[in-house]
C-alpha cells in the first residue's frame, strides 16, 4: 500500500517560517523524484519545487530564495522549508512522488493527502 504522510502545515504569520515533511512508504521499485505542489482557492495546482533522488532541484519562481527543499533518499522522506512567508504562499501543499517505469520517461505519480498552510497578513 502506498503512502505519502505530510506534516508540518498550520497557521503562520506573514514572515514566519513552516518546515513541511513527507514520508513515502509502500512504491515498488523506488523513487526518482519527490515534489511539493500546491493549490490555492480557486487556483490550478503548481509545482512548488522538486528534487531528484540525485539532489537535482528547481523551483517556480515565485519561491525562490526563500524556500529549500531537500531529500533524505534512506528514509524516503522529503523536506520543504518554507521561510518568509507571504499570504499568497496560503495554499494546500501536496507531497509527490515519482517513479520512471520506461527508458522513454513514462512514470507513476504519486500523491499524499495535503497539509494546509495559512499565512495571515
Known amino acids: 500500500q502506498v503512502q505519502l504522510v505530510e506534516s508540518g502545515g498550520g497557521l503562520v504569520q506573514a514572515g514566519g517560517s513552516l518546515r513541511l515533511s513527507c514520508a513515502a512508504s509502500?512504491?515498488?521499485?523506488?523513487?526518482?523524484?519527490m515534489a511539493w505542489y500546491r493549490q490555492a482557492p480557486g487556483k490550478q495546482r503548481e509545482l512548488v519545487a522538486r528534487?531528484?533522488?540525485?539532489?537535482?532541484?528547481n523551483y517556480v519562481d515565485s519561491v525562490k530564495g526563500r524556500f529549500t527543499i531537500s531529500i533524505d533518499n534512506a528514509k524516503k522522506t522529503v523536506y520543504l522549508q518554507m521561510n518568509s512567508l507571504k499570504p499568497e504562499d496560503t495554499a494546500v501543499y501536496y507531497c509527490?512522488?515519482?517513479?520512471?517505469?520506461?527508458?522513454?520517461?513514462?512514470?507513476?505519480?504519486?500523491w499524499g493527502e495535503g497539509t494546509l498552510v495559512t499565512v495571515s497578513s
Open positions: 509502500g512504491i515498488v521499485g523506488g523513487i526518482d523524484a
Open positions: 509527490n512522488a515519482w517513479r520512471t517505469i520506461t527508458v522513454e520517461g513514462a512514470g507513476i505519480d504519486y
Open positions: 528534487i531528484t533522488t540525485g539532489g537535482s532541484t
